[in-house]
């Protein structure tokens, strides 16, 4: 069973479009996070939310928001993208808000913007 | 805020050679984990140290966190080719910020 699922796996799309990325957890972990990775590997956290409420918000364009329907899923829609927006996108979660818990990544949306 | 700095950023080694990577900070950190990324993959979490001067190991991979918990290492004994990948420390602030990362190229 997959413990932290996104999809899509990969995404090709043009600039100024529209487009979501979904993450869902069956570990009944309280805590989902979005992470960005560059070219260079650098993972950023973007957002961070604990039981459905936004803990975290890094300095990330409105472009991007954040969606917890619940405490499993963390949805991340982006609007107009743009080319600097390629990279890979990494939902994660932990048992608990903080940094006392092991992360949970899943295995990455990879967004390429043209 | 909390930063993490890892040396190095580059390492390549022949196989059944030694392999160590670093990871400092300027600030005392409550915490430190270490995570795998294989090429290709999504990180991995490996470990967490919590204690001054704790070291703990993994089969062949030590790790090990500073007497003034500003400092950690991770020291693998005769890579093998399965442990090429980034590895990153990540310090604990209110969330977890990851460092740059080691990238380990094994030379077969």
């Known amino acids: 069973d997959t413990a932290v699922s996104q999809t899509p796996k990969y995404l090709v799309t043009q600039m100024g479009n529209d487009k979501s990325i979904k993450c869902e957890q069956n570990l009944g972990h309280d805590t989902m996070y979005w992470y960005k990775q560059d070219s260079k590997k650098f993972l950023k956290i973007m957002f961070s939310y604990n039981n459905k409420e936004l803990i975290i918000n890094e300095t990330v364009p409105n472009r991007f928001s954040p969606k917890s329907p619940d405490k499993a899923h963390l949805n991340l829609h982006i609007n107009s993208l743009e080319l600097g927006d390629s990279a890979v996108y990494f939902c994660a979660s932990s048992q608990g808000a903080g940094a006392n818990y092991g992360y949970t990544f899943g295995s990455g949306t990879r967004l390429t913007v043209v | 805020g909390q930063q993490v700095m890892q040396i190095p950023q580059y390492q390549h080694v022949q196989e059944g050679e030694d392999f160590t990577t670093y990871c400092n900070s300027s600030t005392t950190l409550s915490n430190i984990q270490w995570y795998k990324q294989r090429p290709g993959g999504h990180p991995v979490f490996l470990i967490q140290?919590?204690?001054?001067?704790e070291v703990k190991k993994q089969k062949r991979l030590t790790f090990q966190f500073g007497e003034a918990k500003k400092n950690s290492s991770l020291h693998i004994t005769a890579t093998q080719t399965t442990d090429v990948g980034t590895y990153f420390c990540a310090a604990n602030d209110d969330k977890i910020i990851f460092g740059k990362g080691t990238r380990l190229h094994i030379l077969p």
């Open positions: 140290l919590v204690k001054s001067g």
